[in-house]
């Protein structure tokens, strides 16, 4: 058996269509959609409404890590326009269409934090399954996926905004990890809380992971944990015990599925 794993497309269709070559399924962890493109400032949705050069000024202040300033100035664009949470919502289902189109039967996909899950059943095709807090067996092993990311301590979900992401707290995220019971595959967008995986070396910082995969790890010793989100994590792979923990890639650059083969 044969199974491809992909996290962090953030719009690369074309990529996705190939992603599924030579496998006997395609597994899809999430950040589907290009918001804001930090390679090439044209791209993502702020750059085709902004323009590359306002991007760059948005992207810059990220790098230098003022994200105060960075968030302030993104309001200050967003307020330009009238209609602007219309404006991403369009934009959103353009990517969408092109992205589920381009998944080969079958996907099974869970949404990232960059990603709008309640729009995906009007995407997702006969041979698309999406799951979330679910399980199921793929050529005879138990597969479970919890999507989303982590909020930080003490905060809660913004109503509101012009695109709200996929932002869980601990406790609902937690859930979704108990749901899922013992599994051979636990698949995931986050990683579980270890600092080798959790750290992004460009960013020079670390992302939140979850105290409930690394438990789940430890408990059920499932044969992997797949997971993405980190773009440059400090660790690709490591083991938890019997455990291979494995960030897929940023496959938006990489665009190589990791492959899975039993």
């Not at 399924?25 to 306002?54: C, N, Q, T």
């Not at 270890?194 to 460009?202: A, G, K, Q």
């Not at 992971?209 to 789940?216: D, M, P, R, V, Y």
Request: with cysteine; proline share 6%; hydrophobic share 45%.
């Amino acid at each position: 058996m044969r199974v491809h794993v992909v996290s962090d497309v953030h719009g690369n269709a074309e990529a996705l269509a190939r992603a599924g070559e030579g496998a006997d399924a395609l597994v899809v962890l999430g950040d589907l959609i290009d918001f804001v493109d930090y390679h090439d400032h044209a791209g993502g949705i702020m750059g085709a409404v902004f323009g590359p050069e306002r991007v760059g000024v948005f992207a810059g202040l990220r790098r230098e890590r003022k994200h105060g300033a960075a968030a302030a100035y993104a309001r200050e664009l967003w307020t330009e326009l009238e209609d602007a949470a219309d404006v991403v919502t369009e934009a959103v289902r353009a990517q969408y269409k092109e992205l589920f189109a381009a998944m080969t039967a079958p996907t099974y996909a869970t949404p990232g934090n960059v990603d709008q899950p309640a729009l995906w059943p009007e995407f997702a095709g006969a041979g698309v399954r999406v799951l979330d807090g679910e399980t199921t067996e793929i050529g005879g092993l138990r597969f479970g996926f919890v999507g989303g990311a982590l909020l930080p301590p003490d905060a809660r979900p913004r109503a509101g905004g012009v695109f709200r992401p996929y932002l869980r707290t601990t406790e609902d995220f937690d859930a979704g990890v108990a749901a899922l019971g013992p599994v051979d595959v636990l698949c995931s967008h986050v990683p579980p809380d270890v600092p080798e995986l959790t750290y992004d070396v460009l960013a020079r910082r670390a992302e939140i992971g979850s105290g409930a995969l690394l438990s789940a790890i430890r408990a059920h010793r499932p044969r992997w944990a797949v997971f993405g989100h980190v773009h440059q994590p400090l660790a690709a792979r490591l083991r938890v015990g019997v455990t291979e923990c494995a960030n897929v890639g940023h496959f938006q650059r990489t665009r190589r599925p990791y492959v899975l083969r039993w």
